[in-house]
């Protein structure tokens, strides 16, 4: 196992809050036939970068260093991330609709769900996800990542705090 700079995990959060502002409004365009409603002015959706960084530090952490065949410790990366992500997703949702007096998603219409922020369905994809970012997308963008430079990686970083203040913090 490397060790990893700041700039490995800012640019991670940068990058995968950019991807799924990206996802977010692809697949709305699809299914809905619009874009989604976004609480940033940016083209980020920073829970997206939040929920990468917490599966890179899992699996850094824990499942690098756990003695366990390959199929076992897959199945058990799976539960787990699935698990977190969607508590992440839950608390982001009461977040932003306290924040905001708005629900950004609504899963009622589900069959599987647990009130309007989590549903069984929605759970599973964010852990086959997880597991495609792991072992697919983020050896892949670990090649570029790190060269990024630093100040762009700053000025990004700012530009979301800045984003962040405006959006939550109105007038």
Known sequence: MTKKNLYYYINNFILFSFFGFLFENTLHLLTKGDLTSNPFYGPWMPIYGFGIIIMIFLTRLVFNRVKLNRPLKIIILFLTVTLILTILELIGGHLTEFIFHKS????????YNFGKYITLE?????G???L?????IKPLTDKFIEKIPKFISIILLILIIIDFIFSFFPK
């Open 104 to 111: 950004f998603w609504n899963y009622t219409n589900f069959k």
């Open 122 to 126: 929605v759970s599973l994809g964010w």
């Open 128 to 130: 086959i996800a997880c």
């Open 132 to 136: 495609i970012f792991l072992y697919i």
